[in-house]
């Protein structure tokens, strides 16, 4: 930790409207533009590259919305969070929202290392039979293993989702449209993805509208 850190604050944001078509880097790029433009005296990394000294706890897939999402920056100088808030929000992007800002210790873990879950709610736009979907669902967390494969480019590599699954459920079958309450692991190296707990459901994700609703850190 650098010496000249006097203060780590930490942004609870939602992400939406044409904001969810904001991939993770560009997410960043206009935090550090806001930040810069309310004149939030941050704090910057050494070299030729300078860049502010911000983290994000976990990347939002593109399409999806939050009003959940958590960002910390290191400052030079200290400032009153809701001073800091009040000053971000008038140079802030149309569709992010800083709903909180809080100050934590600056020997506080990586935001990154400390993500335990995710919490979505997911919008089907399409009529389902939900006597069909809760057996499905039943199906789904009964199941020992699923199997899915995940590609990345040419790369496809095979992973058990069950293990990321924490719960899901409908949130009440008589009500149009039908919601899927879903709540899934997110650390290092092992995050759910809604979208592929709705294929494995037999359901397109495209046809959903896809929300998170917390990010739960460790204790």
Known sequence: MQANYKQRLRLTFSKTGATRYIGHLDLA???????NRARIPMAYSQGFNRRPRMQLAAALPLGFTSECELADIWLVETLEPAQARRQLMAKMA??????QIEEIPLSAPNLQT????????????????TAVLQQRLNDLLAAETVIRVRARGKKRKE???RPLI???SLV??????????????????????????LLALELDPLAARIHRTAIILHA
């Open 29 to 35: 790029r206009a935090l550090e533009r806001a930040l």
């Open 94 to 99: 149309p569709g992010l929202i800083v709903h």
């Open 114 to 129: 400390i993500t335990a879950a995710s919490t979505y709610m997911v919008t089907l736009l399409d009529p389902v039979d």
């Open 159 to 161: 992973y058990d989702l």
């Open 166 to 168: 924490l719960d899901l």
């Open 172 to 197: 009440d079958p008589a009500a149009a449209p039908v919601q899927i309450a879903m709540r899934l692991a997110l650390s290092q190296g092992a995050a759910g993805r809604p979208d592929e707990a």
